[in-house]
């Protein structure tokens, strides 16, 4: 009887130290974010790295991490165009990263 009263105790506390272990994943809202990959345009004159979009359409951070230049990866920005800048790589539209996430698969 002292055995199950034992196993029973042990059992109730190895519960609930599983239950406080579980963190809760909280949902990301990136409906106001736009998708774009990183695209290496480090061939063209003047340029670095640039965005594209699914449309094909081209951006050029003038603030891009460098913890995110690398070719082919996906990331998610919010921004702003840059009016009062200018560049010789004219490889797309001018804009200021406002805010950045990037998914961990």
């Known amino acids: ?3 199950m009263y034992g196993i029973y105790i042990l059992f109730v506390l190895l519960s609930a130290c599983k239950a406080k272990s579980v963190l809760q994943v909280q949902q990301l809202d990136l409906s106001k974010y736009l998708e774009v990959s990183v695209v290496d345009a480090r061939s063209l004159d003047g340029c670095k790295f640039l965005l594209e ?13 460098d913890s ?11 921004y702003t165009n840059e009016k009062d800048l200018f560049t010789t790589c ?3 539209k001018l804009i200021r990263i406002t805010d950045i996430k990037v998914l961990k698969k």
């Open 1 to 3: 009887m002292v055995k």
């Open 53 to 65: 979009d699914k449309h094909s359409f081209r951006y050029q951070p003038v603030n891009l991490p």
């Open 68 to 78: 995110v230049s690398l070719n082919g990866k996906n990331i998610f920005i919010l």
């Open 90 to 92: 004219m490889g797309g």
